[in-house]
């Protein structure tokens, strides 16, 4: 993985380009492999319809980046010269979403085709910015991003060159103002435009370029990877919410093992987890090892079409920073129990300030966190009611992760394993075999030396669905 990071930040072939074409180079069907029966007939259907109606419209984005990299797109977007309201005019499905983003949702079923109106570079002058249109904060964030252009300036306005082609299903041609095909033929994630201003206007650009080079196995060109350290602290002025969303597309999009290791190399990861930065600074061993089995626990699944949930996510993501604080409380003498409860609702409180976690999954997390204490804790009927809680298989599941990166739990791991599969004598057996051991809560952490193992329940721990 070390290896992957040195080669993530490629020197570019040429000389980065800075400006956009006055005039596109227009690749032919004769010159790209897309055809339009590739792209969603809705989609198809829109242009079409814009078209005719006198409007430019064409397939922009990622559906075009992913259908020349032989790529399934996930959605399929349109842009086009019709503002939201004319879009909204020509088709009774249409519905305008968005404030600081005007956007036009046009609904086939369950299928949504997303329009744009083309978008226009903001007014340099505060004086000249329309605040009802276009807005910046100080260090030049776009607070509201209403400003509508040209189809130039649509492309001068999109993040990276590969993002940057759009593709007219009528003429089945392929405009490029910005040498988007050739960044794509060579694996590339160039910024248009000045990286530093880009970055500034939306920091959100640092994370995206991230993941489109996990997922798309692409390097970022050196000229737009060289601002991204000092500017990573910007993240911390995103809202909580969008921050959310964002990491949600960068762990749950089947690459989050390769994500994760560059945003800890592009310094992305501390204005986005601090705690868990922290534990990678003072315990990186075991605090890297777990973070990335649960990641490619997840990417398998996804890879697998199992289900995810960022509750199991968060926790691992979260609980390299949580054995410190139960340790400060229980020296405080408070009960192992408690301690794990006040520790968890600290630390999610403080990682929500960040991200905002929504109630839905910040229950989930605690439970997971809980039953580390409960595992332990067999004696009597425990076992069984534990076994009935509707937590335990990710409680379980979690446990295996925290054997796998090294945490020593005397064999609580495969005792459980064994315990789900035997009968109800066996079980009674496992019970008395306990005895007068001392149940302890979750054990500190410690490294295993390396040549122990641990058996398995159907390989490795899961990053559980439940």
């Excluded at 949702?105 to 276009?134: C, K, L, M, W, Y």
Aim: charged share 30%; hydrophobic share 35%.
């Amino acid at each position: 993985m070390l290896k992957k990071l040195f080669q993530s930040f490629r020197t570019p072939l040429r000389k980065p380009q800075q400006h956009i074409r006055s005039t596109p180079e227009v690749l032919n069907s004769s010159q790209h492999s897309l055809q339009r029966g590739q792209f969603s007939r809705y989609a198809v259907n829109i242009v079409e319809r814009l078209q005719n109606a006198g409007y430019q419209a064409y397939l922009v984005g990622g559906c075009v980046r992913d259908l020349m990299l032989n790529i399934t797109p996930k959605d399929f977007d349109v842009a086009t010269s019709a503002t939201p309201e004319q879009v909204r005019a020509e088709f009774r499905n249409a519905r305008i979403i968005g404030r600081r983003f005007k956007l036009v949702h046009i609904h086939f079923g369950r299928e949504i085709i997303e329009v744009a109106t083309f978008r226009a570079n903001h007014p340099q002058d505060d004086e000249e910015e329309d605040s009802n249109q276009s807005s910046r904060n100080e260090s030049g964030r776009i607070l509201r991003d209403n400003v509508y252009g040209t189809l130039e300036d649509d492309a001068q306005r999109r993040d990276f060159t590969i993002n940057a082609l759009y593709y007219d299903p009528v003429s089945e041609r392929i405009l490029d103002y910005a040498n988007g095909v050739h960044d794509i033929r060579n694996r590339l994630i160039r910024l248009i435009g000045d990286p530093e201003q880009r970055y500034k206007e939306d920091p959100v650009r640092m994370l995206r370029a991230v993941r489109f080079a996990a997922k798309l196995d692409f390097g970022i060109e050196k000229h737009s990877a060289t601002p991204i350290r000092p500017l990573a602290p910007m993240l911390r002025d995103i809202p909580s919410a969008r921050l959310f969303e964002e990491v949600l597309k960068l762990f749950l999009s089947g690459y989050a093992e390769p994500t994760f290791e560059m945003l800890v190399d592009l310094e992305l990861f501390d204005p986005l987890f601090p705690a868990s930065s922290q534990s990678l600074e003072y315990r990186p061993t075991y605090t890297h090892t777990l973070i990335s089995q649960a990641l490619r626990n997840t990417d398998l699944r996804i890879k697998q079409n199992k289900p995810v949930t960022p509750a199991f996510l968060f926790a691992a993501l979260l609980w390299p920073a949580l054995p410190a604080k139960v340790l400060r409380l229980q020296e405080r003498g408070m009960p192992p129990i408690p301690a794990m409860q006040e520790a968890a609702n600290e630390l999610i409180i403080e990682q929500c300030q960040r991200i905002a976690i929504p109630k839905r999954f910040t229950m989930p997390i605690r439970e997971i966190w809980d039953m580390q204490e409960r595992l332990p804790r067999r004696s009597g009927k425990r076992a069984d009611l534990l076994l009935d809680n509707p937590r335990f298989r990710a409680g379980y599941d979690f446990l295996l992760l925290r054997e796998s990166a090294g945490e020593e739990t005397d064999g609580l791991g495969e005792w459980w394993t064994d315990y789900q599969d035997a009968n109800d004598s066996e079980r009674r057996t496992m019970i008395s075999e306990l005895g007068s051991k001392p149940e302890a809560g979750a054990p500190r952490k410690r490294r295993r030396s390396s040549g122990a193992k641990r058996k398995r329940a159907g390989g490795e721990p899961a990053a559980s669905g439940e």
